[in-house]
């Protein structure tokens, strides 16, 4: 146990207390499973993308969720709207850049969102974070082709710049503000075989960021959390379906006080 488990453990029985509020603008490919993530956790998702309903769900929600995983320009319009309106309220929001570094058209999106309104939290693979910077970077599609390792300069300029969370999730996570940084262990290459594993750890980090104000811990906490749903996931699962299936049930039921136990962050 250290003092960071035990604030991984705060923030999550704080989530389940509460039961945060979520609005979510993703992709097509995970919006089912996205959604039961939040609701396992103990959140409530909200899954809208029509810009006639930004404002009122800006209202009533406490933090936005931008999935770049299925773009279309009328999803892009209300993807900038929400991040605006989530800045006017002072809501939390969790950019995933899905792709980023891809085409031209993710790319340029995802500079766009962030120049329009900075989020509070960027979570990505290694080369998604890497095509944000000035150094850029080319991905596989939605696969990474670099190492949290390859991505730690990068994270810590974007980080700075921006003003804004850096959290690259891979074999081990990375989290930094720029200043502090904080890595996380765990997990299974299992997470590899499933889609949307990473559209599940993005929404994990906007629920705990609903309950927490510092976007560091909380972004570190939710990756040290789902890498402990992971290890545990794997326990009678014969393939990645009952995998995923197993994720789910632990979501629901890990326990804060198992979360302080075996939680795994280090500041670095």
């Known amino acids: 146990m250290t003092e960071l488990a035990k604030f991984a453990a705060e923030t999550l029985e704080k989530v389940k207390r509460k039961k945060p509020v979520i609005h979510s603008i993703t992709n097509f490919v995970v919006m089912n499973s996205t ?77 766009e969102l962030i120049r329009y309104a900075p989020p509070t939290v960027i979570r990505g693979n290694a080369s998604e974070i890497m095509s944000l910077s000035s150094q850029g970077a080319q991905t596989r599609g939605v696969d990474s082709t670099h190492s949290v390792d390859d991505a730690i300069g990068a994270s810590t300029q974007v980080a700075r710049n921006l003003k804004t969370v850096i959290a690259v999730t891979g074999e081990k996570d990375l989290i930094t503000d720029g200043y502090r940084s904080f890595m ?76 302080e136990r075996h939680a795994r962050i280090e500041l670095v």
């Open 35 to 111: 959604a039961n993530v939040l609701l396992a956790l103990g959140a409530s998702p909200i899954m809208a993308h029509a810009m006639e309903e930004m404002e009122d769900i800006a209202a009533i929600s406490n933090a936005l969720i931008i999935n770049m995983g299925t773009l279309s320009k009328p999803w892009i319009q209300s993807m900038n709207a929400a991040a605006r309106l989530a800045r006017i309220v002072s809501k939390p929001y969790v950019l995933d850049p899905v792709g980023s570094g891809a085409t031209r058209f993710r790319t340029q999106t995802a500079h």
């Open 184 to 259: 996380v262990s765990g997990g299974h290459p299992w997470m590899a075989a499933v889609t949307g594993t990473g559209c599940a750890a993005t929404v994990i980090v906007g629920a705990f960021l609903a309950v927490e104000k510092d976007a560091t811990l909380a972004a570190a906490s939710a990756l040290a959390f789902f890498k402990l749903v992971a290890e545990r996931a794997i326990e009678g699962a014969s393939g990645p379906g009952s995998f995923w299936v197993n994720v789910l049930d632990q979501i629901y039921a890990i326990t804060p006080l198992e979360v």
